[in-house]
């Protein structure tokens, strides 16, 4: 069964007051969040925005009943500005990020997920050329250990990139596994078995890498701040403290300059019964801003 989209009934109430016009969801992705927002907010429209061509056909298949109040396109949401210039889109009320992977990601067979074994693809867009095997295998060893140590916030940096060098020297690292168990090996024995699997933050870093995805976040924010409307919402969804330290940061300077309220003085987080019912939302963080 699907789980519901991430921090649903937050989101819609923080879009409630928005009775006409265009919302933006940035990270349209299998069409959940859009779908409560056409349902229940019937006079408004949606542009959903995905870089990932599956994701969208998902969407589509997701939305169709409310065919005509919604367009699909697949770009990344840093060139938000392009695309509704393209469109001619101007009163735009709301704007919603849900970042990082969908659920859906995860089952794909793109390595994005260490529990299977599978080839280190990690791109959203297929389209574009640079992989994880090609940072893996071919970056040079001081930026392979920067892209972990600050995209992963890992310790072991350089024990895990001295293990992935000496590793790819023998024979390419092609699979999530090899991956995994290179870094497993890396840590300390008696931190082997924490909380969270050793893999998990140096997979983070290099999907992170693959995808562009720090400073397309902070241009596509950025950008949309400036786009929404006076009075218009725009909600920030993050998995992990890199996301979402930029959104604050963007939220505070635009507070700074007069031209966002901040409605969340801290960030909304998912509920004993959302993270129970969907246990990844556990990491979710939710910052919404109101145009001046
Ligand atoms: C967590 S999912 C969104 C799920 C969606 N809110 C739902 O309810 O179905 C994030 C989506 O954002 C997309 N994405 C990530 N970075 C992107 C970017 N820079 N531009 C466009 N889409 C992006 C991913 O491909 C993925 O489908």
């Known amino acids: 069964m699907e789980h519901y989209p991430v921090l649903h009934r937050e989101v819609l109430q923080f879009f409630k007051p928005i009775k006409e016009g265009y919302i933006v969801d940035a990270t349209v992705g299998g069409g959940g969040h859009s779908y409560i927002l056409l349902k229940n907010l019937p006079d408004i429209k949606i542009i959903g925005i995905d870089k990932d061509e599956y994701a969208l056909e998902r969407a589509e298949e997701r939305l ?21 210039d ?19 990601h995860l089952k794909t067979e793109r390595g994005f ?47 895990i990139v001295k293990n992935i ?32 699997h ?21 241009e596509g924010v950025s950008k949309a701040v400036e786009k929404l409307n006076k009075g218009g919402i725009i ?15 963007i939220f ?3 507070k700074k300059l007069k031209k966002l309220e901040i ?16 246990p990844p939302s556990r990491s979710a963080k939710l910052r919404v801003g109101k145009k001046l």
Do not use: C, W
Not at 86 to 104: E, M, Q
Not at 235 to 249: A, M, P, T, W, Y
């Open 198 to 218: 050793p893999a998990t933050r140096t997979f983070q870093a290099i999907r992170i890498e693959v995808n562009n995805e720090l400073s397309e976040i902070k």
């Open 165 to 196: 060098i000496e590793e790819r020297k023998k024979k390419p690292i092609e699979t999530t596994k090899q991956l995994a168990d290179i870094v497993y090996r890396s840590y300390p024995p008696a931190l082997r078995r924490g909380r969270i």
């Open 263 to 278: 409605l969340t003085k801290k960030p909304i987080t998912p509920g004993e019964e959302e993270i129970k019912e969907n």
């Open 86 to 104: 393209d469109l001619k889109i101007r009163d735009v009320n709301g704007f919603l990020f849900d970042l990082g992977v969908s659920a859906f």
């Open 113 to 159: 997920s260490f529990q299977r074994e599978e080839f280190l693809d990690m791109r959203m867009d297929r389209t574009q050329h640079l992989t994880a095997y090609e940072v893996v295998n071919r970056y040079p060893k001081n930026l392979l250990e920067k892209i972990i140590f600050e995209f992963g916030e890992e310790k072991f940096a350089k024990k």
């Open 235 to 249: 909600q920030v969804i993050s998995f992990h403290s890199l996301e979402d330290r930029i959104v604050k940061n």
């Open 64 to 84: 169709k009943e409310f065919k005509g109040r919604y367009q699909l396109v697949k770009s990344s949401f840093k060139d938000i500005d392009r695309i509704l």
């Open 252 to 254: 505070r300077e635009a």
